[in-house]
């Protein structure tokens, strides 16, 4: 028996199947399954022609879980032997047994990222502080988060997090949800945007932001 699931993310359905094989690798169908996953209502079905069983609850909040597989009536490869109070023991075949699997599921987190000041008005040439910020992680994990400072754009309706127009970059190791300072920063006039990255791991899904223009201005 072979119990595998998908990589649920929050928001999503977390996919079990269940494959029964015989001992020879064949599928074996019509078996009893029972399939429970923590904080839901089990599912119960017969396996088909392929041997399988599949279940699909909601993901659920982010975090681990289990799934718990139970197979009932499959058949034993050994023969049982009976043995009387007088007389000879007697062989018994087709017995049934049943067997049990688990599996460990996590429900990846959506975090979200940005970089502090965006959607601002700043001094032209004069020095300002800039933060990278995390939330919404699952499990606290460590990442690298990058950010792209892109300008300077005559107006936001030109500006975007893309193209030849790089002002400058950041990156900091981030744990968790949390706001970390980095290098501070001057910028000539125009609008900006800054483009931050946080890369994917077991816990979380990849996260790109694009923020809101940040005007800087002469004063």
């Known amino acids: 028996m072979d119990v595998t699931t998908n990589r649920p993310v929050v928001g999503g359905d977390t996919t079990v199947v269940v494959e029964v094989l015989s001992a020879r690798g064949r599928p074996v169908e019509n078996l009893p399954v029972e399939l429970s996953y923590e904080g839901a209502e089990a599912v ?6 392929t041997g399988r069983v599949q279940a699909a609850w909601a993901a659920g909040a982010a975090g ?3 799934v718990r597989a139970t197979v009932r009536r499959l058949p034993t490869t050994y023969l049982g032997v009976r043995v009387p109070a007088s007389g000879s023991r007697v062989a018994v075949a087709g017995r049934r047994t049943v067997r049990e699997g688990t599996a460990r599921v996590i429900v990846r987190a959506r975090p ?3 970089a502090i000041p965006a959607a601002q008005t700043r ?4 020095p300002f502080k800039v933060w ?9 994990t460590k990442a690298l988060v990058r950010a792209t400072l892109y300008g300077p754009f005559p107006s936001a ?3 975007s997090c893309a193209g030849e127009k790089v002002a400058l970059s950041r990156r900091a190791m981030i744990v968790g949800d949390d706001r970390v300072r980095v290098r501070r920063i001057s910028l000539r006039a125009g609008v900006y945007r800054w483009k931050v990255i946080r890369p994917d791991d077991a816990w979380n899904t990849a996260r790109t932001t694009c923020t809101r223009p940040l005007r800087v201005v002469r004063r």
Do not use: I
């Open 132 to 140: 990278l910020t995390t939330s919404g992680t699952g499990h606290a």
């Open 64 to 66: 681990e879980r289990k």
């Open 112 to 114: 979200q990222v940005t």
């Open 123 to 126: 001094a032209a040439g004069r």
């Open 44 to 49: 119960h079905a017969l396996t088909g022609a």
């Open 157 to 159: 309706a030109d500006s």
